[in-house]
């Protein structure tokens, strides 16, 4: 493959500045060249990466000025290995989940062992309790950075999950459309700048023409309108709108901080930028789910709605919900299932459309 196939199959279409700028250039061409030249496993660049890792950590805690910058150039290299593990991966197809489960403990055992090797070593040149505070800062911050990111991640699935249920298929529950997120219409087209879905289905008909679009960030593009102006700068050259994440702020740490000289300030600062955009993560979280709150209740009143359009004659009868078997209306009494009847030839033009299918959509 060309350099420009491997970036295409490898890059992320979304990643941290720190590694589209300064790892990215590297990793790429040195996954290329293994691929090409060896027979490395993405897992053995784990664990090479881990073994560099623990290499710094041992530098960090000699505490001396020559050994803190080898020690950053070290984490340095060891994240790009723990970069190229995965582009490895993608590249060549040979993941797995055991690989990813490896490659994300590693990183754990990774920022525990280095921030406390770190905080050790200035603690035997500067002996104050701030660099025990740090060390415990440092660890706490990595931990519920990523438990927070996975747990909000699993929450937007069931809410997305739960609409597409008690949406059956549709906002109105019979229109017969697909639900299409507004989170995928942009994550997919970056040039739309826009949070109206109206526009928005009008800028890619051809994609949403036969489906209903849902938004549940609507609240904090409503609450902050330059948001998507930012996101979609940023988005075409490939960094999230997280500035600080979990992986700049490891850099800050293990990286600006030891190069510098200024381990306390430099570690401080990143923490609490790491927290500020957190938190800002968290309140965009709070308004979608508000957000979702509302469309359910949206949906609740569009079905209410259509129940009493079909009471009153206001609906065509094609549009009520299919009944189910043995099910009657009017004023036949319900004491006996009625004749089955087969339908004629060419009723039905596709399964989606029988009666079988029908009954599956409502159980």
Aim: net charge positive.
């Amino acid at each position: 493959m060309t350099l420009a196939e491997v970036r295409d199959r490898t890059l992320k279409k979304r990643d941290a500045w720190w590694t589209v700028v300064l790892v990215d250039p590297v990793a790429t061409p040195l996954v290329r060249w293994v691929a090409r030249h060896t027979r490395i496993t993405p897992n053995q660049i784990t664990w090479a990466a881990l073994f560099l890792g623990l290499g710094s950590a041992w530098l960090f805690a000699l505490g001396d000025r020559y050994a803190l910058l080898l020690g950053a150039g070290l984490y340095h290299l060891s994240f790009i290995l723990d970069c190229m593990d995965g582009k490895l991966a993608r590249l060549t197809g040979n993941g797995s989940i055991f690989g990813a489960w490896l490659d994300y403990v590693f990183d754990r055992i990774r920022v525990v062992i280095c921030a406390l090797c770190l905080m050790v070593g200035q603690f035997r040149d500067h002996p104050t309790e701030m660099y025990f505070w740090l060390a415990i800062l440092v660890i706490f911050l990595d931990m519920i950075r990523y438990v927070n990111a996975l747990q909000i991640y699993k929450m937007r699935q069931g809410m997305r999950k739960k609409l597409e249920t008690v949406s059956g298929g549709s906002t109105d529950g019979v229109s017969g459309k697909s639900l299409l997120f507004m989170e995928d219409l942009l994550r997919d087209n970056p040039e739309l700048d826009t949070a109206q879905p109206e526009i928005i289905q009008a800028q890619v008909h051809l994609e949403t023409q036969d489906a209903e679009i849902v938004d549940l960030h609507q609240g904090f593009r409503k609450n902050f309108p330059w948001y998507m102006r930012a996101r979609n700068f940023l988005k075409r050259h490939r960094i999230r709108t997280h500035l600080i994440s979990g992986i700049e702020f490891q850099m800050g740490v293990f990286i600006v901080a030891p190069i510098v000289g200024r381990i306390g300030l430099v570690t401080v600062v990143v923490s609490v930028g790491l927290a500020l955009f957190e938190l800002a993560i968290l309140y965009k979280f709070w308004l979608s789910t508000k957000d979702f709150e509302q469309t359910m209740a949206d949906m609740a009143m569009r079905k209410r709605r259509r129940t009493l359009e079909i009471a009153a004659g206001l609906r065509p009868p094609d549009e009520a919900e299919p009944e189910l078997p043995h099910q009657h209306t009017g004023t036949r009494p319900n004491t006996e299932p009625p004749p089955r009847q087969r339908p004629p030839a060419g009723s039905y033009p596709a399964e989606e459309d029988s009666p079988t299918m029908a009954l599956r959509t409502i159980r």
